[in-house]
């Protein structure tokens, strides 16, 4: 039995490929049999491109149903999918191409100038192009093409995808998902949330992480279900198609916005079966801000690049605001010591996990991934957690400095070292300050040269050039030193009491 992840998929879309998949957010319909024939075209565009069965194919482009048809081609071919966020900045996407050396680098138009160079430089084959709308050198090669295409044979752990995470050296890794590992995850999503072809859920995520790429797109995919598919999250009109929803998957930012609309009431949205939310804590005054608005319950749950989802708060019985509920059915966690000793209930420790859904490590770091998997196997998370009584997992910190930030991970190394490279910086502290938007900002704090002007607004400007949006401070805060403790270190737990 062929392993490939597009093959499951293929086998449970509706036997009446006419149904439905998804309609944008400007009133177009697509069907399965649309969706599955632009992958195959697209397929055979991209071998016609120069990339073989296990080469890299990498994607920085802008969501679109023509995105979600790529993806599934990458499958389809065999190829490994690599998506790159859309703000990433060409210095950034140049450590990403020299890492994964992609056979095709797929871009916006608007882009290629700049990135060209750069995959030309690292040995890509082909650059090609696709817009919002679904145009460039991509789908016009596609076009050209047959839509058929024979589906990679694969076995459960060969290579599917590779989602790069931040480093606290600043030195990204690429987590190495398998076929087996999307498989797995996927079902079991399915079977807990009781996703069916009866549902339709608002999709507002990005497609280049996890939640968006992996838990929206495989649930509907594998149940036959239907997206109403926006290309960004906008309150209002999601609150307008949310009355034609039974599912909204958001980090915690989308709940915010919702319950700073007037118009967002338990009438309006009496159709939608399940709340969901991940990719960054939610705060338990949103949990029960919502509940008293909708009289339901968002159901938080808790996964990361490494693994896809790992737990989640159960879709009939108790919700618990501030925990991410219960071990996923054949995903085993435990919360140990220093030691890697499990811990019991009420004790805080290192979150640690194992399961068919974990990665198979980071691409090109043999060394770093056998130092995240401890002697008997499991694999160190990097947060901190406690199981209550009950079994629910609550996650108390994050035991490497991660910012999250509107549901992305934000390593504050990186911006620090762009930060002390600039003239009249000694030294610069990132941390993230809560906020009751993005859930936490990121906050530079920056220790100047004695009787050095630090221009604020040149370092913001500088900034911007080099580093997504997100990542970007949105606050500096210049001092005369940072606060260090009797080892030299700097103190950040101060820095975010302090600034708070």
């Known amino acids: 039995m062929n392993a490939n992840f597009f093959a499951v998929l293929q086998q449970r879309f509706p036997a009446d490929r006419d149904t439905p998949v998804l309609e944008t957010d400007d009133g177009v319909v697509w069907t399965y049999g649309q969706l599955e024939a632009l992958s195959g075209r697209y397929a055979n565009a991209l071998s016609q491109s120069g990339a073989n069965h296990g080469d890299r194919v990498a994607v920085q482009v802008d969501k679109s149903p023509e995105t979600l048809a790529l993806y599934l081609a990458c499958l389809r071919g065999g190829f490994v999918h690599l998506p790159l966020n859309t703000a990433y900045q060409p210095a950034e996407i140049d450590y990403f191409l020299r890492d994964a050396q992609p056979a095709v680098f797929i871009c916006r138009p608007d882009a290629r100038e700049a990135l060209l160079p750069i995959a030309t430089d690292v040995g890509v084959r082909s650059v090609l192009t696709l817009d919002g709308e679904g145009r460039g050198t991509l789908p016009a090669l596609a076009d050209l093409l047959d839509a058929q295409a024979v589906t990679a044979e694969a076995q459960p752990d060969d290579l599917a995808v590779i989602l790069y995470t931040s480093g606290t050296t600043g030195r990204s890794k690429g987590a190495m998902l398998?076929?087996?590992?999307?498989?797995?995850n996927g079902l079991t999503l399915v079977s807990e949330w009781g996703i069916s072809s009866a549902d339709v859920l608002l999709h507002a995520l990005p497609i280049f992480h996890v939640h968006g790429l992996f838990v929206a797109n495989h649930t509907i995919?594998?149940?036959?279900?239907?997206?109403l598919f926006h290309r960004k999250f906008d309150a209002a009109a999601v609150l307008r198609d949310l009355q034609r929803a039974t599912l909204l998957m958001g980090v915690p930012t989308f709940y915010t916005r919702l319950l700073a609309e007037p118009g967002f009431?338990?009438?309006?949205?009496?159709?939608?079966?399940l709340f969901i939310s991940g990719s960054a804590p939610l705060l338990t005054e949103t949990f029960e801000a919502f509940e008293t608005r909708t009289g339901q319950r968002i159901l938080e749950r808790y996964g990361m690049s490494e693994s896809?989802?790992?737990?989640s708060n159960p879709l009939r019985g108790e919700r618990k605001a501030g925990t991410v509920g219960r071990p996923l059915p054949d995903v085993n966690v435990r919360v140990a010591d220093a030691d890697d000793h499990p811990l019991s209930a009420g004790a805080i420790g290192g979150v640690q996990i194992r399961g068919p859904n974990v990665f198979k490590g980071y691409w090109l770091m043999p060394e770093k991934t056998a130092q995240e998997f401890t002697a008997d196997g499991w694999f160190r998370t990097g947060d901190v957690g406690c199981f209550d009584a009950d079994g629910y997992l609550s996650i108390v910190g994050r035991a490497k400095d991660l910012i999250i930030t509107g549901g992305y991970n934000v390593y504050?190394?990186?911006?620090?070292?762009?930060?002390d490279g600039l003239?009249?910086?000694?030294?610069?502290?990132?941390?993230?300050?809560?906020?009751?938007?993005?859930?936490?900002?990121v906050t530079a704090v920056i220790a100047r040269k004695a009787g050095t002007a630090l221009d604020e607004a040149g370092i913001l400007a500088h900034l911007k050039t080099r580093l997504a949006n997100y990542k970007v401070p949105k606050r500096l805060i210049v001092v005369d030193e940072l606060p260090r403790n009797t080892m030299g270190k700097v103190q950040k737990a101060e820095l975010r009491k302090r600034y708070r």
């Open 178 to 184: 398998t076929h087996g590992n999307l498989t797995s």
């Open 221 to 227: 995919l594998l149940a036959g279900g239907r997206f």
């Open 308 to 311: 896809g989802m790992i737990t």
């Open 265 to 273: 009431t338990r009438d309006t949205v009496s159709g939608v079966r």
């Open 412 to 419: 504050p190394k990186e911006i620090e070292l762009e930060i």
């Open 423 to 441: 003239p009249g910086v000694v030294e610069s502290a990132v941390i993230g300050v809560p906020h009751p938007d993005f859930g936490e900002a």
